[in-house]
């Protein structure tokens, strides 16, 4: 059973709208993150998470807002959709600690058009 | 900022062969290390991590770090077909609990039989 959860597996959105990513983890983990992947860039870190608190916000823009309501959730709103947000969006979970591995979804690929 | 750059680009390698990718980091206080690997269509999956200088063998698997020389490298012994994927390095610096990690573009390894 996949222990983390991302949906919708694809999504396709127009210029302008808004779309939330959602994403759930059963692993057991106290610290949730948001990566971004496109062809320009390599994997990107974009929010961190423990314990549905925000640690770390490395977006420029405040059109990405993560949401967390419930402790193994992280999900991802991204308004005013823009071409340039085309790319695919991974969610990752890990245990609180430098040295603990982060598990990665199986992303979100968005399409906007 | 940190910067994470891997080498090569890309690497041919016949089934049995050895394959080696290299990754040099920018930031000397960088303390942990991981390669990733991902398939087409998947998340990226852990392989391994490195914390220590010298070499860590997991497997097939090798890494081998010097924070010294700002590098760290992965050998594949053996190489099968299904190794075929994308290969990331990952660091984190380790100054916070719940912390980023910064990639590399990727290597992508291509295995024929």
């Known amino acids: 059973d996949p222990k983390i959860i991302q949906k919708p597996k694809y999504l396709v959105a127009v210029t302008g709208s808004e779309k939330i990513l959602i994403c759930e983890q059963y692993?057991?983990?106290?610290?949730m993150y948001w990566y971004r992947q496109s062809a320009k860039k390599p994997l990107e870190f974009m929010f961190s998470?423990?314990?549905?608190?925000?640690?770390d916000n490395q977006t420029a823009s405040s059109r990405f807002q993560p949401q967390s309501s419930k402790k193994n959730h992280l999900d991802l709103q991204i308004t005013a959709l823009k071409p340039d947000d085309s790319a695919t969006y991974f969610c990752?979970?890990?245990?609180?600690?430098?040295?603990?591995?982060?598990?990665f979804g199986p992303g979100t690929r968005l399409l906007v058009l | 900022q940190q910067k994470v750059q891997q080498s090569p680009e890309s690497l041919i390698v016949p089934e049995g062969g050895m394959a080696s990718l290299n990754c040099t980091f920018s930031?000397?206080?960088?303390?942990y290390f991981w390669w990733y690997r991902q398939h087409s269509g998947e998340g990226p999956k852990a392989l391994m991590?490195?914390?220590?200088?010298g070499d860590k063998k997991e497997g097939r698997f090798t890494a081998h770090l010097n924070k010294a020389s700002l590098h760290v490298s992965l050998h594949i012994k053996d190489s099968q077909p299904s190794d075929s994927a994308l290969y990331f390095c990952?660091?984190?610096?380790?100054?916070?609990?719940?912390?980023?990690?910064?990639f590399g573009r990727g290597t992508r390894l291509q295995v024929y039989a």
């Open positions: 990752a979970s890990s245990q609180r600690g430098n040295q603990d591995t982060q598990y």
């Open positions: 692993l057991g983990h106290n610290a």
């Open positions: 998470y423990s314990y549905q608190k925000l640690m």
């Open positions: 930031d000397r206080n960088s303390q």
């Open positions: 991590s490195i914390f220590s200088n």
């Open positions: 990952a660091v984190r610096v380790g100054t916070q609990v719940v912390g980023q990690l910064t």
